[in-house]
């Protein structure tokens, strides 16, 4: 498996206060079954070149450490950026802004209570240079989590979906567990992550993930969320978008179908 979005960087963010927790996760993460980390630390628009210097040799002190300890697990860079409105030109400025350093993928996150007005418009110039923003833990956003088809939005102007593992297995409540299925049922999303943040609690825990979905989902679809899907960012290809159309994000009930027909 191949993890795209976690906090395993130590002494940086909210993620593990030492090197010794940070292989700590990463044992636990080699012991699942995942051979590739995406080590998303969280940025936003007050990026400065002395925070991507102490990231990146961190990540080569830990890379260095997985290789001496045995742990047999690829490390790559990236980054979790907070939305803001100028998001593209940070990514453009920034070596920690898409996933590996390859300049395509970019994983972005939004604040958790209110959506911004600018969501959609971030996402379009993102695409408009060339980026692919995935967006992470959508079924987490207040407004999503109650009305997940607006979550399709995102993908209308560009965007790919990043589900948490810990949604799917309901650590953040059964609204933001039925949001979750919600997207994953109807194969909307193209990532699992683990957004693991510490050795216990909010670990990595793809594989009961998976093993949560298998049975409720297609095998196949199943495989490309915990894997095939993030290849493509290694290899640095293009994935296929979904195709989303007018009907299913339309807002729903009698007054939302009103409101879409006369107030637009
Ligand atoms: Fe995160």
Request: include cysteine.
């Amino acid at each position: 498996m191949i993890d795209i979005h976690n906090h395993i960087i130590y002494d940086f963010d909210d993620g593990p206060e030492t090197l010794d927790k940070s292989l700590e996760m990463l044992q636990i993460a080699a012991d699942q079954g995942i051979t590739d980390v995406f080590a998303t630390s969280h940025f936003n628009e007050l990026i400065r070149p002395e925070m991507e210097h102490d990231y990146f040799k961190k990540l080569q002190i830990l890379r260095s450490k997985v290789e001496s300890s045995g742990i047999p697990l690829k490390l790559h860079s990236g980054g979790e950026m907070m939305y803001h409105h100028y998001i593209q030109d940070t990514v453009k400025a920034s070596r920690v802004g898409t996933l590996g350093q390859k300049g395509l993928y970019v994983l972005m996150e939004f604040p958790m209570f209110l959506m911004p007005n600018g969501a959609e418009e971030a996402i379009f110039k993102l695409n408009m240079e060339n980026f692919i923003p995935i967006v992470a833990h959508p079924e987490r956003y207040t407004t999503i989590m109650e009305s997940p088809e607006k979550a399709l939005k995102f993908i209308k102007y560009g965007a790919l979906l990043q589900v948490n593992c810990g949604s799917v297995l309901g650590d953040f409540g059964k609204t933001v567990q039925s949001a979750a299925m919600w997207l994953i049922e109807r194969q909307f999303v193209h990532f699992l992550g683990s957004d693991a943040h510490a050795p216990k609690g909010r670990s990595f825990k793809m594989k009961a993930a998976a093993e949560y979905l298998a049975g409720r989902v297609d095998e196949y679809y199943i495989e490309k969320l915990v894997r095939g899907n993030a290849e493509a960012i290694i290899t640095n290809d293009p994935l296929e978008k979904v195709e989303v159309d007018e009907e299913e994000t339309a807002p729903k009930g009698l007054f939302g179908r009103f409101r879409q027909k006369f107030l637009r």
